[in-house]
């Protein structure tokens, strides 16, 4: 495994690792928990994601039980949540500070962990004030809570704002942002960004690599069973494999599957070595709903060298005048 600092911080993260969106608390039980983030330790993964807004909570509850019951150290791990749907009532929702404090707690109850390392702000709230957020996680960092916090999905200019707030106050910036990036959804990532990683060296924790599945190349013969499109609560998903855009883009996964044939790796270790290729990506999080695939998925760092700059090219050259997917939200 190769470790990545996380932007201009000192914190290494494992250029792969495991989120539990969508799986934990609603695909699969403890046992299979437990094995999956084994089969990720032993592939060197130290870092992994969380939110309480997964499975309404029970995400970290299970990773919280999978932890203590493994007696892996702590300090080998890198944990994460995410702070903004909490629940129903009027102040369970956005970076209020009351919801910042409250919900970071209640995180850490249902991990049964003193601290996060990473803290983000899982989307801006345009009803809150920058200001008063910089102020509740700054609030958090220093009470021991959390050694970092970051955003999701934020604009840039939102995120220079509240660097700007922090410097100006005497407060923690935000060190990391966690933005989707994958093949079919760069522009973001790679344009929009560009200034945070030159001017105040922030991390990416990236999320979807393999776009919800569709470069794995599973749904380039339609819609299988089983995948979390059919889910129930997540026919949302199901949109992004059957519309224009989908049909557009599956036929381009068909188009590199023979790249990844010919250098010998699966088309998901294909999609998730390419990102590992932009050096702004500290960490990229990977998903599975069987320890196979973390194995899989793991192999992926082997194939970064290969991505040559031949290689490279072939590739955008399929991608180029690729149209733009919708992004998920909550995750």
């Not at 928990?33 to 807004?53: P, R, S």
């Amino acid at each position: 495994m190769e470790y990545r600092r996380l932007g201009s911080a000192g914190l290494q993260v494992s250029a792969l690792s495991f989120g539990s969106w969508v799986t934990f608390g609603d695909q699969i039980g403890e046992d299979a928990a437990h094995d999956m983030m084994q089969a990720a330790i032993d592939a060197g993964v130290n870092f992994f994601d969380n939110a309480e807004a997964y499975a309404g909570g029970k995400s970290e509850t299970m990773m919280g039980k999978v932890v203590k019951k493994a007696g892996w150290k702590r300090s080998d791990l890198v944990i994460s949540t995410k702070i903004f749907w909490g629940g129903d009532g009027p102040n369970d929702t956005g970076l209020s500070r009351k919801h910042i404090v409250e919900g970071v707690d209640a995180a850490l109850a249902r991990l049964q962990m003193d601290y996060v390392d990473l803290v983000f702000a899982h989307r801006a709230d345009l009803r809150t004030p920058i200001e008063e957020t910089v102020r509740a996680f700054t609030h958090v960092i220093n009470q021991g809570k959390a050694f970092y916090w970051g955003t999701s999905e934020w604009s840039a200019a939102q995120i220079m704002e509240a660097y700007a707030v922090a410097r100006r106050e005497n407060l923690i910036p935000p060190q990391m942002e966690q933005p989707q990036y994958h093949m079919f959804h760069r522009e973001r990532f790679e344009a929009e960004y560009a200034r945070l990683y030159q001017e105040i060296g922030y991390g990416t924790t990236i999320w979807s690599p393999l776009a919800s599945g569709l470069l794995t190349g599973k749904y380039n013969a339609g819609m299988p069973e089983g995948t979390r499109a059919t889910l129930k609560g997540y026919e949302w998903l199901k949109k992004r494999f059957t519309d224009e855009t989908a049909v557009e883009n599956i036929a381009k996964v068909g188009e590199l599957i023979p790249i990844a044939e010919k250098i010998g790796c699966t088309m998901a270790q294909l999609a998730l070595a390419w990102t590992l290729k932009n050096p702004n990506v500290s960490t990229t999080i990977t998903g599975a709903s069987r320890p196979e695939q973390v194995v899989e998925n793991m192999k992926a760092i082997d194939y970064v060298e290969e991505l040559t700059p031949d290689v490279m090219e072939r590739i955008e050259k399929i991608l180029n005048n690729k149209p733009a997917q919708e992004t998920d939200w909550r995750a």
